[in-house]
């Protein structure tokens, strides 16, 4: 009993957290991610946001508007002190884009690229939806394994992929909601992560207040959204995934390939 005594104290000295006793299967953690992302199937919000480049030493800061569904929708408007900077909306392929700053309007594919337009991070818009809705995207596995962070007192999900590369959902063990999640190639390299931190609960649904994003093949740049109001399950008007054109600016396509 000192023994086990002794262990306790010197593991709260160096900030780790023991494992609880109850250890979680791979299943259960996965079923705890699917149940969330059940759970929250639309988003609407305003946040405070940060775009940064610390290559550059830059930072643009903002507010942001979003309204997100589950399937991959996206209406997302930003503006700053002077009024709106960009309007995004994402809906099925097509893809829209209002840009202030630039007096353009585009128009294209709802590809990676072009959602990277107005949020920094070039990822597929139904995975942006899952980061948005507070939660990680899952992906098809070959297998699955359960760890646990001592640091952080987090259950760790670990994905074996197809093609040797990884995913890891780390999950706060009560409630167990999706803290960190990160997917990495076969070279280890990460390919993106996230974040999720001071949860509230939203109609009965969990959710975070700050969220962090960023790519992993731009380690000096990420998104931070620090969320001022949010209400969640509430139908998206139809309006919101059309952006017209103002008068005078002509429609430009956008391909992924820079033309």
């Given at each position: ?13 160096h ?6 006793p ?15 992302q ?25 507010n ?30 097509n ?31 139904a ?17 699955a394994?359960?760890s ?13 992929l ?13 409630p ?29 649904v ?15 740049q ?38």
């Amino acid at each position: 009993m000192k023994w086990l005594l002794l262990v306790s104290l010197v593991s709260a000295c160096h900030g780790v957290t023991q494992m609880p006793p109850k250890v979680p299967t791979a299943n259960e953690l996965l079923a705890d991610v699917q149940a969330h992302q059940q759970q929250a199937r639309t988003r609407k919000a305003q946040a405070k946001v940060e775009f940064w480049d610390n290559t550059k030493g830059d930072r643009l800061r903002g507010n942001l508007s979003m309204w997100v569904t589950r399937d991959g929708r996206l209406r997302i408007d930003v503006d700053s002190q002077v009024g709106l900077l960009s309007a995004l909306a994402v809906n099925g392929d097509n893809f829209q884009l209002l840009d202030v700053k630039n007096d353009k309007y585009f128009t294209g594919q709802a590809a990676p690229c072009n959602v990277e337009r107005v949020l920094h991070v070039a990822l597929p818009p139904a995975q942006v939806a899952a980061a948005l809705l507070g939660d990680a995207p899952l992906f098809p596995h070959e297998g699955a394994e359960v760890s646990w962070n001592g640091k952080d007192a987090r259950w760790v999900l670990t994905l074996k992929l197809a093609g040797g590369n990884k995913q890891t959902v780390e999950l706060s063990d009560r409630p167990r909601n999706v803290e960190r999640s990160e997917l990495t190639d076969a070279a280890g390299k990460k390919l993106w992560w996230l974040e999720h931190e001071d949860w509230k609960t939203v109609k009965g649904v969990a959710m975070p207040e700050r969220s962090r994003f960023q790519q992993g093949d731009k380690a000096d740049q990420d998104v931070i959204l620090k969320f001022t109001s949010q209400d969640v399950n509430v139908e998206p008007p139809a309006e919101a995934w059309v952006i017209e054109a103002p008068n005078g600016l002509m429609q430009q396509e956008l391909r992924c390939n820079g033309s």
